[in-house]
């Protein structure tokens, strides 16, 4: 699965973004996507995951009631819409697709995006 992100940007605190990861090359209808970010000299970390219905959500305490994660099977699309967005959003973001099923964890993941970088500045 080729997935792009985009989106990415840079914002004023408090503001909005809203990322979208389209895959390119088969539908993604049937995978449970996740977002995750990546901080400079930090690991990548669990963002927000939708399952394959959008029907069910899950998020990192961290954004939990800033950020939104869906999406739009007949566009091949999920979406990362995020409010009040603070300094420490600061990451590149990075969609996946995991074939196995719901996760939380990098390795629960088997297809990725090339990131989208979103830099939020106080």
């Known amino acids: 699965v080729q997935l792009q992100a985009s989106g990415g940007g840079l914002v004023q605190a408090g503001g909005s973004l809203r990322l979208s990861c389209a895959a390119s090359d088969r539908t993604i209808s049937s995978n449970v996507m996740g977002w995750f970010r990546q901080a400079p000299g930090k690991e990548r970390e669990f963002v927000a995951v939708?399952?394959?219905?959008?029907?069910?959500?899950y998020y990192a305490d961290s954004v939990k009631g800033r950020f939104t994660i869906s999406r739009d099977n007949a566009k091949n699309t999920v979406y990362l819409q995020m409010n009040n967005l603070k300094p420490e959003d600061t990451a590149l973001y990075y969609c996946?697709?995991?074939?196995?099923?719901?996760?939380?964890?990098?390795?629960?993941?088997?297809?990725w995006g090339q990131g989208t970088l979103v830099t939020v500045s106080s």
């Open positions: 939708v399952s394959w219905s959008g029907g069910t959500t």
């Open positions: 996946a697709a995991s074939v196995a099923g719901w996760g939380t964890d990098t390795e629960d993941y088997d297809y």
